[in-house]
Nanobody
Framework: QVQLVESGGGSVQVAGSLRLSCAAS????????MAWFRQAPGKEREVVAV????????YYTDSVKGRFAISRDDAKNTLYLQMNSLKPEDTAMYYC?????????????????WGQGTQVTVSS
């Protein structure tokens, strides 16, 4: 079993920054990748950024390239998402996710474990 707990969400003005954290516990050694997803009201959940299990590769959806950065601290077993130059369209619930076994970075679904989510609201 794996537990994922997100934190760091909040309200910020346009062009501001936030850093999301995802503390992982349990049997995380078997993870093929970890990712951040988001879901805005009335929209489908979408992948935002993915970090490969070997720590070598990352993937970003086009709308966040150059603004968001995914990283991992293995000592703390924590995944991060640094979000800069935030826009109103980044407003969503952000979810941490972990996938076991094989992971397609551009589409890591289906996900094996989800966090409970943390809300990000960007206002103009």
């Amino acid at each position: 079993q794996v537990q994922l707990v997100e934190s760091g969400g909040g309200s910020v003005q346009v062009a501001g920054s936030l850093r999301l954290s995802c503390a992982a516990s349990g049997d995380t050694d078997r993870s093929a990748c970890m990712a951040w997803f988001r879901q805005a009201p009335g929209k489908e959940r979408e992948v935002v950024a993915v970090f490969s299990g070997d720590g070598i590769s990352t993937y970003y959806t086009d709308s966040v390239k150059g603004r968001f950065a995914i990283s991992r601290d293995d000592a703390k077993n924590t995944l991060y998402l640094q979000m800069n130059s935030l826009k109103p369209e980044d407003t969503a619930m952000y979810y941490c996710a972990l996938k076991l076994r094989v992971c397609n970075l551009s589409n890591p679904n289906p996900i094996d474990y989800w966090g409970q989510g943390t809300q990000v609201t960007v206002s103009s």
